[in-house]
């Protein structure tokens, strides 16, 4: 007779079958028709209840061993919590060793393929996001490229290229021909000075001379005063940037 589904017995109820399988006045088939369960489980029931008959002489001893059994757990537990935080401080140091000292695309080529470990979880540990892992650099166009030279031409060769006209005929003209203005957004204040930094004083003041209506810097010796500055060369691939420092 199987028993049936959902059914379920306490231990007090485990003990009493056991009980009476013990006294051995019914076979193990008619206690089982009985109550409606399996051989199997009241087999299952009498050895687990042969096994810890010694307990009921000697509670103390269960007490203890069960007490131990937790302790043990405990540190085990304790132990692979201490485990765990050394791997966080770990992992965190070595990923901000990687943001600074390897470059990005050095990282970027540290991801592979096939690996327990998932492209999200090998992204995150090296600091990079996975929108920039997928993308694939588009190269700009010859057409752009072209554009770019031509203006860069225009620019350099007619640098006093413009009208002496107000802004008022500007716009007039402007909204005439139906283009629209964009106008500057405000600045948004990004840094806050720190009164405690110090502030130090333009120290070439003193080497300004005066020429009629024009001012111009004047040093005498070399190896004093530098000058530095930053530009961009045009190439067939792009642009360059070239930056001097002139005594």
Known sequence: MSRKKGQTYSAQQKTKIVLELLKEEETIVQIAAR?????QSITKWKKQFLENASLSFEPAKAVQKFKNEIKSKDEEIEELQKQLGKSVVEKEWLTKKLES???FK???SLIENGLI????AQCKLLGISRAAHYNKPVPMSKLNLRIMHTIDEIATDNSEYGYSI???RVLKYMQFMGIP????TKKRLTSIENQEHKIYEYLLNEDWRKTGRTKQIYVPTPNEVWSSDITYIRTNGGFMYLAAVID
């Open 35 to 39: 109550y409606k369960i399996t051989s």
């Open 101 to 103: 000292s390897v470059s």
């Open 106 to 108: 050095e990282r970027k």
């Open 117 to 120: 470990l998932t492209k999200s």
């Open 166 to 168: 107000g802004k008022d």
């Open 181 to 184: 203005a964009i106008y500057p």
